[in-house]
């Protein structure tokens, strides 16, 4: 059974494919103004280019990206 919690997905007939800042692009490449607004858009935006040179650095050093609660240099 489908959780009740889904229902943007439910009522808003699209599919986003890729976001640059405040703006969502639907696969058919229409922009919309992010208002969910979550999960760290709300505060540096989507794709940040800052955040995400600083991101890949990080990962392409073979730093650790899980550590389950355990103590990291991360």
């Known amino acids: 059974m489908d959780s009740n ?3 943007y997905c439910r ?4 599919v986003f494919d890729r976001a640059e800042g405040s ?3 639907s696969t058919a490449g229409k922009a919309f ?3 969910f607004a979550g999960a760290g858009a709300l505060n540096y935006g989507h794709n940040n280019d800052y955040i ?3 991101i890949l650095n990080y990962v392409h050093s073979d730093r650790i990206t ?3 609660d355990m103590y990291s240099t991360a």
């Open 23 to 25: 703006v969502l692009y």
């Open 11 to 14: 009522n808003f007939p699209v």
């Open 5 to 7: 919690v889904r229902s």
């Open 52 to 54: 995400m040179e600083s």
């Open 66 to 68: 899980h550590g389950l």
């Open 33 to 35: 103004l992010d208002f």
